[in-house]
């Protein structure tokens, strides 16, 4: 990641990424990893800040079939078809823009 886009300095990342992965990310990427944890009080769905854009995202890809299960054998083709996935998602904003 650090190769393709050097202008990311800070990633959010769910509370099941802490511990070890922030300090690699720190130390061998050079990134800020920032946990967004659920509130201590919090019962049911409530938005949380910077989450939803993840969750968002994950939404759009899921909207195409192949990405809803794992049917891919291999890790690639499973990133391409997620991928393509986010192309059609481009497309259409590009369309209803125009």
């Known amino acids: 990641m650090r ?3 050097t202008g990311v300095i800070k990633v959010w990342a769910d509370a099941g990424y ?3 992965l922030v300090d ?3 130390q061998a990427l050079g990134l800020a990893v920032e946990i ?3 509130l201590a009080d919090q019962v049911g769905f409530q938005v949380m800040h910077r989450r939803w854009v993840v969750e968002r995202t994950l ?3 899921t909207r ?3 990405t809803v ?3 891919e054998r291999h890790p690639e083709h499973h990133a391409a078809m997620v991928q393509w996935a986010m192309v059609i998602v481009m497309t259409r904003r590009l369309v209803v823009l125009c």
């Open 24 to 26: 690699w990310a720190t």
């Open 64 to 66: 195409c079939r192949r």
């Open 3 to 5: 190769t393709c886009f």
């Open 69 to 71: 299960r794992d049917y």
């Open 36 to 38: 967004v944890r659920k």
């Open 59 to 61: 939404s759009w890809i």
């Open 18 to 20: 802490a511990g070890q």
